[in-house]
């Protein structure tokens, strides 16, 4: 596809810019008056106008069952697909063979929320969620344990579905 280029000469005389200016602020004054596409976060959060995304990928959220047990059968894919490798699990059993968790671990603050954790996940236990303000004022404090992930309330994301790229 051929390139149209289109050269800008300088002016040889002198010019005024006047007009430019008054142009612009023009322009300024025309966007005064207009409904603002900000918000004015913290105070403001989620509205009708500004919803984040249910594709959102943030702070995880490990499920649990009826018994308010985690999901996680400690099968070890999570923290073999994390490119960021910030999952720590040491695996457990109990008597009749069912494994579990002993030591669950995300980093959050390591972490790169590509959701490859949750698409990988065969019991749909561990879930990048639609949440964002997770900030600590220590390092220490980004390791979520697997009782903070479990107690984690906010929504899951729905990550990126192939059916429907444009997510309409
Ligand atoms: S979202 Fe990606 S980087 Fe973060 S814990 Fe899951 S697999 Fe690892
Ligand atoms: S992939 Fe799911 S079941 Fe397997 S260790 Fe990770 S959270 Fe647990």
New binding site residues.
Partial sequence: MAIGVKVMKRPERQVSYVRATLKGMALTFKHMFKKPVTMEYPEEKSTADYTITPRWRGTHR?ATDEQGRS?????????QICPANC?K?V?GEDEEGNRY?LI?EIDEFRCVFCGY?QE????E??HVGVHYENSEYSRDRFVYDLERLMSQTHPVSTLWDPADPRGE
């Avoid at 999901?71 to 923290?79: Q, S």
């Avoid at 990988?120 to 019991?123: F, L, M, S």
């Fill in positions: 490990m999901k996680c059968v400690a099968c070890g894919l999570c923290p999952i699990l695996p968790p669950y954790c990988v996940c065969p019991e236990a561990i």
